[in-house]
């Protein structure tokens, strides 16, 4: 096993690219440009293809909790449809005037991760374009506590 890091976070794309709390759909598409290079150029990634993916973080759990707002999905739903992604991103962006009720959606959802959610669901939805990916499940065990698991403790 070979670990990967790749240099595709929230907060960081969000610093780097948008100009206000949240992003415009021109700075979002300048993330997955970014995310998309950042990924092709990982080797170790090239030619694998996975139905489904593992989401871990706060950012990915706020994601999990706005897409469950707004497609009406049980509060204990962990799984995002990928295709859905691009429409919940455009959904928030700001280029257009929110509507209350999505600021209000926003607001009970991701009060504290607002300036790192819709960077976070742009890399979610090029990480599983990459991989060809339908579905992203939230696990609230990182990779770390996979690791110490099958390495440590389940030997």
């Known amino acids: 096993m070979q670990k990967v890091s790749l240099p595709l976070g929230a907060t960081d794309f969000h610093a780097r690219f948008s100009d206000d709390v949240l992003p415009t759909l021109a700075e979002c598409r300048r993330m997955e440009e970014e995310a998309a290079r950042v990924l092709a150029g990982a080797v170790s990634f090239a030619n694998i293809k996975a139905d489904a993916l593992a989401g871990i973080g706060g950012t990915f759990k706020s994601g999990l909790a706005l897409y469950n707002a707004v497609y009406e999905q049980p509060m204990d739903n962990l799984t995002i449809d990928a295709h859905t992604l691009p429409a919940l991103i455009r959904r928030f962006t700001s280029d257009r005037d929110l509507p209350q009720e999505d600021v209000v959606l926003l607001?009970?959802?991701?009060?504290?991760r607002?300036?790192?959610?819709?960077?976070g669901l742009t890399i979610a939805n090029v990480v599983a374009k990459h991989f060809g990916a339908t579905r992203i499940t939230y696990s609230d065990s990182g990779v770390r506590e996979g690791y110490i698991y099958?390495?440590?403790i389940g030997k």
């Open 107 to 112: 607001m009970r959802a991701v009060p504290d």
């Open 114 to 119: 607002l300036p790192t959610i819709l960077p």
């Open 150 to 152: 099958s390495e440590i």
